[in-house]
């Protein structure tokens, strides 16, 4: 990448400390200018509840193991819960996932190099998900080269506020990749954003193949519609997989190096 796309993009990494969820602040990470998913729609992405109410979002990549955010889940316990389905608006959500341990990457403060804005979440039992629906994450070099690059389109999907400030239901939206770093992608704007309550949720790329991947996690952003930052979750896998210890079937070799 030329040094002066990464320029920009350090600028894009600092240009917001607060680290918020929260449905009232514009600064934190909601679909803006997006869809609703449809009930099978994306069925890995999931909602963090507090109190039946989606503050966050997540993504199941083992059915006994979700990714979000750390900021997210940083000082939560075991009354949080994870809910799997298309949601609804302002309405309390049953959650069908309970807490039995959260894991913050070790690493999680603001940097210059990015955040580290990614925490795992491990559950009692497995979420009601057919295994043939979870999307791997990307790990393989080859496709990370392939789709990692500007203007590479990516799906963002999360639980979040919308324009209309009304929050709760599963939506969709496509944004393109606009830089990026080791650590974290930069995405969306025009309109088309993550906002409050989508803290935590995938980014879904899709290969030359067809097949899909997840690329990483909302961390933070600006004004919403204007864009923000995601961190990759491909750099953590090992860590994860260690910590948890759940099997992430990750490909041979990668966490030797």
Known sequence: MKSGTFG??????????????????????????????????????????????????????????????????????????????????????????????????????????????????????????????????LSQPEDIAAVLRAEQEATIVGFGLRENEVYGSKYETTVRITAFNAQEVKMGGAGRDACGGDSGGPAYVQLGSGEWRVLGIASRGRECGKGGVWTRIDPHLCWIQDDSGIDLNLPTGICNK
């Open 8 to 137: 920009v993009f350090l600028n894009a990494v600092i240009f917001s400390a607060s680290l918020s969820c929260g449905r009232a602040d514009n600064s934190a990470v909601t679909i803006f200018g997006g869809r609703a998913s449809t009930a099978e729609g994306w069925p890995t992405a999931v909602a963090l509840l507090t109190w039946q109410s989606a503050d966050c979002s997540g993504v199941l990549v083992h059915p006994r193991l979700v990714i979000t955010a750390a900021h997210c889940v940083k000082g939560a316990d075991d009354t949080l819960e994870v809910y799997s389905g298309p949601g609804h608006d302002e309405l309390p959500l049953q959650g069908q996932g309970k807490v039995e341990r959260i894991i913050l990457s070790p690493k999680f403060a603001p940097n210059p190099e990015g955040y580290n804005d990614i925490a795992s979440i491990v559950l009692k039992e497995p979420m009601p998900i057919d295994p043939h629906d979870l999307i791997p994450v």
